[in-house]
């Protein structure tokens, strides 16, 4: 195991000994806190000989590391103010300068095409700064294209199937739609809550699950007044209540209105749920690779038919069925981030 401290157009060969044989990664993101996210896969997966490195500003500009890795990037950009946003551009463009003169290669996650929440444009001239830094980049799916002319290599985002072996699993209560995650305005919870209200069916029900940003507790709030088959938990959840109320789901819908990547997708598959999403290519590809029946796929808007015709799709899956996750385990991920950053590091240190 490592230790942590507070598609393919590259293939991932390992590198030669300009690298090191011990790797110490700064991350852009904080340390696990019991509840899922992606930096878990990163953590419990990590490849003997690589050393984690959570965030702090501090850290990334004063410390010593091998490979900075980001991970949305304009989070790091993203202060409660004006004043500390400025600073933090300004951080971040000194962070650039001192790996360039460190020769610290730059690898970056294209989590998104682009941020869900549209910045400002001093952000966007300082995130495509740092794009143009960037040594290598990682696509989660083999649709991604790096954002300018540097090497992209593929690792796909990691299953959740040993993380939630050890909590009950629930049968699925018929009827039970579902919607949980982060419950931001790209989401497209409203469209969800709006369209149930027009299917006809009193048997099914509504279910939705997360933590909402700003204005969207009350969005949630005045729509469920309205029918009494839906209902919400408006708070980020543990893994032992996520897992009960994902199993206890005939259904997930993620009716995001812009859908690259999903952790939440693989969170249901992994819990043998099947998910009800926006037609994209990354959802296509996903489709052809779990097999078919585990994510259905509706074009334009979603409509009361969508979740109808869907409930029916699911409820023809022979019960053995279960969606095929080969090559998403976490140690095999693991292995795929040490060779990148090695390939990363020979990439910077064997430039003349």
Same mark, same amino acid.
């Given at each position: ?15 030669d ?65 004006a ?26 996650t ?48 990691g ?6 072996? $050890?909590?009950?699993? !629930?049968? +699925?209560?018929?009827? /039970?739609?579902?919607?949980? @995650? ?5 989401? =497209? ?8 209200r ?22 949630v ?32 819908v ?10 939440s ?46 409930? $029916?799709?699911?409820? !023809?899956? +022979?019960?053995?069925? /279960?969606?095929?996750?080969? @090559? ?5 991920? =693991?292995?795929?981030?040490?060779a ?13």
């Amino acid at each position: 195991m490592a230790r942590t401290s507070s598609a393919a157009s590259l293939p991932l060969q390992p590198a030669d000994a300009i690298a090191p044989d011990r790797i110490a990664v700064q991350l852009t993101l904080r340390p696990p806190d019991g509840r899922t996210k992606y930096v878990d896969q990163l953590v419990d997966g990590a490849a003997d000989g690589v050393e984690l490195r959570y965030f702090s500003w501090r850290s990334a500009l004063s410390g010593s590391y091998d490979v900075f890795h980001a991970h949305w990037p304009e989070l790091m950009i993203r202060g409660s103010s004006a004043a500390k946003r400025f600073a933090q551009r300004r951080a971040m463009q000194v962070l650039r300068l001192r790996l360039r003169l460190l020769r610290v290669p730059i690898v970056r996650t294209v989590h998104n095409l682009a941020p869900h929440e549209v910045g400002s444009a001093p952000e966007r001239r300082a995130l495509a700064a740092f794009d143009r830094s960037t040594t290598l980049f990682i696509a989660l799916n083999p649709t991604t294209k790096a954002p300018t002319s540097a090497p992209l290599v593929r690792i796909p985002h990691g299953h959740y199937l040993h993380r939630f072996s $050890d909590f009950p699993h !629930a049968e +699925p209560v018929s009827g /039970r739609i579902l919607y949980f @995650g982060i419950i931001r305005e790209y989401k =497209g919870v409203d469209r969800l809550l709006d369209v149930f209200r027009d299917v006809s069916d009193d048997r099914l029900t509504l279910r939705v699950v997360g933590s909402p940003s700003r204005g969207q507790a009350e969005m949630v709030a005045d729509r469920l007044a309205l029918d009494p088959r839906a209902s919400a938990r408006l708070a980020y959840v543990d893994d032992e209540e996520l897992v009960d109320e994902v199993t206890r789901a005939e259904l997930v819908v993620l009716p995001y209105r812009e859908m690259h990547n999903s952790g939440s997708v693989l969170v249901a598959l992994s819990l043998g749920r099947p998910s009800l999403v926006p037609r994209s290519p990354t959802n296509t590809a996903l489709s052809e690779e779990v097999g078919a029946g585990w994510i259905i796929q509706y074009d334009g808007e979603l409509e009361a038919r969508h979740i109808v015709d869907a409930i $029916d799709q699911v409820r !023809a899956l +022979p019960i053995e069925s /279960r969606p095929d996750l080969g @090559g998403r385990d976490w140690s095999v991920i =693991g292995e795929q981030h040490r060779a990148a950053y090695r390939r990363a590091i020979q990439m910077v240190r064997g430039r003349s």
